[in-house]
């Protein structure tokens, strides 16, 4: 405990040996395992769920286009069996995954509830140390601490976020992401769709590209990464499996 700018001794079994400041960079990397895992710690799970459901069905789309103009499928029953499946499949993925991470996202508030409630002193130890690397010292350091440490709501949630490093507002119900996966696997295969019957071909795959180039955009912005960075890679790599997929069916599948 730190009285008058004084600090406490450590508890071993609470930092095993390490700093304070040690111990929070241990736990900012399993905060950061976690938050990262898989989509990134900026864009919440529901708009991933969504984002990845167009690009793979647009991926997908590309590559059957050409067996679909050159009636090696029939257009109508393999259209709707291929995409009702991956629907099926995105969704039910989407609810998996968001359960698990669920799951482990509850396990670390747990832990770190636990250590709020058995380790109070190595917690004040810990927000000393982050306070103070924020600048803070003295006086008002120590009403900050005596303050945070008054609110087990508080502290917990503030421990969360800057022991660990969770962000708030990026971890969804499960339920809306399956919701979001399910909503993206059916309207755009409707779209691409459409435009394959009511137009053209061509026109539906300028109209899978158009659409990926929106959501490469749109991910870009929402993972604060270089939109046009992304949006050209996902164009490129969509537009190789396409060409890819032509080649494929001209060497193998003459007339």
């Known amino acids: ?16 040996g390490k700093t304070p ?17 898989t989509h990134g710690s900026e864009i919440s799970g529901h708009v991933y769920a969504l984002f990845l459901s ?17 009636n090696l499928l029939p257009f109508y029953p393999s259209f709707l069996i291929i995409f009702l499946s991956y629907a099926l499949w995105r969704t039910s993925s989407s609810l998996v995954r968001g359960y698990a991470q669920l799951r482990r996202l509850h ?11 058995h380790h109070r002193e ?7 140390a982050l306070y103070e690397a924020k600048g ?10 005596t303050t945070l440490m008054s609110d087990d709501n508080r502290l917990l949630e503030v421990m969360l976020t800057e022991e660990i490093g969770l962000k708030r507002g ?41 659409l990926l180039a929106f959501i490469g955009f749109a991910s870009g912005k929402k993972e604060k990464a270089p939109s046009l960075t992304t949006t050209v890679w996902l164009l490129s790599s969509a537009i190789f ?4 997929s032509h080649l494929f069916l001209s060497l193998f599948y003459q007339g």
């Not at 190595?122 to 000393?128: A, M, W």
């Not at 691409?192 to 009511?198: E, M, R, Y």
Request: proline content about 6%; charged content about 20%.
């Open 54 to 70: 167009v690009q793979e069905i647009v991926a997908l789309y590309l590559i059957l286009l050409p067996c679909f103009t050159r």
């Open 241 to 244: 499996l396409h060409v890819a």
């Open 122 to 128: 190595q917690e004040r130890e810990e927000l000393y």
């Open 170 to 210: 990026i971890y969804d119900h499960p339920l809306q992401a399956g919701v979001s996966a399910f909503f993206a696997s059916v309207s755009a295969p409707l779209l691409l769709g459409a435009c394959f019957v009511l137009i053209s071909p061509i026109a539906s795959a300028f109209c899978a590209l158009l």
């Open 107 to 117: 396990k670390l508030i747990e832990e770190e509830h636990w250590e709020i409630t």
């Open 136 to 145: 803070f010292s003295g006086p008002i350091l120590d009403e900050i601490i």
């Open 1 to 16: 405990m730190k009285e008058n700018g004084e600090s406490s001794p450590k508890n071993p079994s609470h930092f095993q």
């Open 21 to 37: 400041i040690d111990h929070l960079v241990d736990a900012r990397k399993k905060g950061s395992f976690f938050t990262q895992e």
